[in-house]
């Protein structure tokens, strides 16, 4: 049975869209309001947040509040990195999905010598870099910090030298130059991204399971298939962006896109997931309750959290 700690990372500076940072406590209300006394019953604790610069004037167009993002990015790493040394497995409740490269790093950090994998089920595959980025928001980006790629083939900015000095910092974070191999990424219902990224997944040859695989073939299938492709890693992670989910339902998130999963299947999905030893660590991110009617999307969300934390509980 494993010992689980959550990890609250209530940050959006990473985001577009402003409401993410209330996410986790969207989370805990859907509980209250389904009467489940689940937070009751793990450690957990808060990451600091630096949302007070939203209020600030943005200094990298490119990379906008880089200097905060690489500030979350060392907190986050080096409470993720804690939790499994101290042989807890991480659960991440994170605001936006910048957050992600700081949980990749501290996997990696109380890791070092492993084989990491990552499970990405997102419609966006937030490998842009600020060399290439049309928005500048950071939670489009933890991908290539992860693998470390500047994908300066499809350059359209030029950087000032403080914005390069800390994507520099967000690559080496933890000491560790590239954290995953582009090769052991998997996207699950991808289908909103740019040719800036597609050229990287294409150039790597990254693995992408659409939704209609998922529907056609089924939540059992698709994760063999997923672990099979992954089978040379010695450890996992499972990266869960709600906007994966159809729009039709993901209403409560910064950017919701159609012909995503519904609420069984990415349920189903990431269950069949957690029973997998290999997984070691589960974020979930970018619920946005401003955004939304009645806290659904919350609810989603912590219907998905419950049961993938009662699936591990069991294994």
């Not at 996992?236 to 209403?251: A, G, T």
């Not at 009645?294 to 959290?305: G, R």
Request: proline share 4%.
């Amino acid at each position: 049975m494993k010992n689980i700690k959550l990890i609250e990372v209530a940050s959006e500076i990473g985001a577009g869209t402003r409401g993410a940072s209330l996410g986790i406590d969207a989370i805990k209300i859907a509980a209250l309001d389904f009467m489940s006394n689940f937070f009751v019953h793990f450690p957990s604790e808060k990451i600091e947040t630096l949302n007070n610069m939203l209020f600030e004037p943005i200094q990298s167009p490119y990379a906008k509040r880089i200097n905060g993002v690489a500030t979350m990015y060392e907190r986050i790493s080096l409470a993720v990195s804690e939790t499994i040394k101290n042989n807890f497995f991480p659960v991440i409740l994170s605001g936006d999905h910048s957050s992600a490269g700081g949980t990749i790093a501290g996997i990696k950090m109380a890791k070092p010598k492993s084989k990491l994998g990552v499970i990405w089920i997102d419609a966006h595959a937030d490998l842009h870099t600020p060399y290439t980025t049309p928005s500048g928001n950071m939670h489009g980006m933890p991908l290539a910090t992860a693998i470390a790629e500047d994908n300066r083939t499809s350059k359209v900015h030029e950087l000032d030298e403080k914005t390069t000095k800390y994507w520099e910092q967000l690559k080496s974070i933890g000491k560790i130059p590239q954290k995953v191999l582009p090769e052991d990424v998997v996207f699950i219902s991808l289908r909103d991204y740019e040719k800036e990224e597609k050229l990287l997944i294409e150039k790597y040859g990254m693995k992408v399971i659409p939704t209609s695989e998922v529907r056609r073939n089924g939540a059992e299938s698709v994760s063999r298939k997923v672990l099979r492709h992954l089978s040379d890693c010695t450890d996992i992670y499972v990266s869960f962006d709600v906007d994966s989910l159809d729009s039709s339902i993901s209403k409560g998130t910064g950017t919701p896109v159609s012909n995503g999963l519904k609420e069984r299947e990415a349920e189903d999905l990431i269950s069949k997931f957690m029973q997998n030893r290999k997984v070691c660590c589960f974020e979930i991110t970018e619920v946005n309750p401003t955004l939304d009617k009645e806290n659904l999307m919350a609810e989603i969300a912590f219907n998905i959290l419950q049961r993938s934390v009662n699936v591990l509980m069991m294994n």
